[in-house]
């Protein structure tokens, strides 16, 4: 596996011909070819300069997903939190052979408390430190957080791993293994309901949190004309999946997002940890994992 590391930017590639980038603002994940194809959508109009969060790629959400509630620690964060737009550390490349010619390249990237902005840093004070691994083999992109407490008292936070994956066309999907779950639809005034279909088409603005699923049962986008899967999620220890596309309005509402009907080539399935707060005890540590296939 070959590694470079150049401005800000890690990119990484198998002999295989598979690769990824990262960016070390938010330890985004901004592209994942496999097949010579892009796997990931990115915003034509995102900002990649480090003063906006990446539109697009795998944004992490961490330590509060949506806007913060009131009378919470994290109330004065914004949205999602700070670590889709803090600037990480590369911690460093380590590759594997699990066969011949069968290579895996994981690489590691690392925040805490000291590399905050002092506005984060006083928006959270807790002593903390988060090592993001995304590990890209033949036929799989596996990302995972562990989270520390490093400090004295407990602390609360939810995760979400914040994935745009690339579709052609979105109404030529489906989404499998929802069926019968509780979600929550934020585009209803956070109603309640259980979701009716065992593939679920996006036809409208959608935005749902999905709870209590077993993380073990991989989420399957897959083609509607031949039901052929296009992607599988699994998860470790993420027992929500946000649903998003933002559909016509909300799209062109959002200024980096681009060009206006972009929406059509995206499906927001994000794994996480969302709907409750996870309790983090002083010297405690916390691992989610994130694993999604293409090739399938
Ligand atoms: C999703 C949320 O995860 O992220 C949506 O469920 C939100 O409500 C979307 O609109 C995008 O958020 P942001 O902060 O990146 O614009």
Not at 32 to 50: C, I, P, R, Y
Not at 179 to 184: F, I, R
Not at 268 to 279: F, I, K, L, Y
Request: charged share 20%; hydrophobic share 35%; net charge negative.
């Amino acid at each position: 596996p070959s590694v470079s590391v150049q401005d800000g930017l890690i990119e990484a590639s198998l002999p295989s011909g598979e690769s990824v980038t990262v960016y070390l603002y938010g330890a985004t994940v901004t592209s994942w070819k496999t097949n010579g194809q892009e796997k990931l959508f990115v915003s034509k109009k995102a900002h990649m300069d480090g003063s906006k969060p990446i539109r697009g790629g795998i944004p992490l959400v961490f330590p509060v997903f949506g806007p913060p509630p009131q009378n919470h620690a994290t109330s004065s964060l914004p949205q999602h939190g700070f670590a889709r737009n803090s600037n990480w550390e590369f911690l460093g490349k380590s590759s594997s052979e699990a066969s011949k010619g069968d290579f895996a390249v994981k690489l590691d990237f690392g925040l805490s408390h000291t590399m905050l902005s002092e506005e984060f840093r006083k928006g959270w004070p807790y002593e903390f430190g988060l090592v993001y691994s995304v590990t890209l083999s033949k036929d799989a992109l596996k990302t995972s957080l562990q989270v520390t407490n490093e400090g004295k008292e407990n602390f609360e936070f939810q995760v979400l791993m914040h994935t745009y994956l690339s579709v052609e066309n979105v109404s030529n999907i489906r989404i499998k293994n929802l069926e019968s779950k509780t979600y929550v639809d934020k585009t209803r005034n956070a109603s309640t309901h259980t979701e009716s279909s065992p593939a679920l088409a996006i036809t409208e603005e959608t935005d749902r949190v999905y709870r209590d699923l077993d993380p073990a049962q991989p989420i399957i986008v897959s083609s509607a004309s031949d039901d052929q899967p296009l992607f599988s999620v699994t998860r470790e220890a993420l027992t929500d999946i946000v649903v998003w596309n933002p559909w016509i309005e909300k799209a062109k509402g959002m200024s980096d997002f681009g060009p206006d009907e972009a929406y059509k080539n995206m499906i927001c399935v994000e794994a996480g940890s969302v709907s409750t707060w996870q309790t983090l005890e002083a010297g405690d540590s916390w691992e989610g994992v994130q694993s999604i296939k293409s090739r399938l």
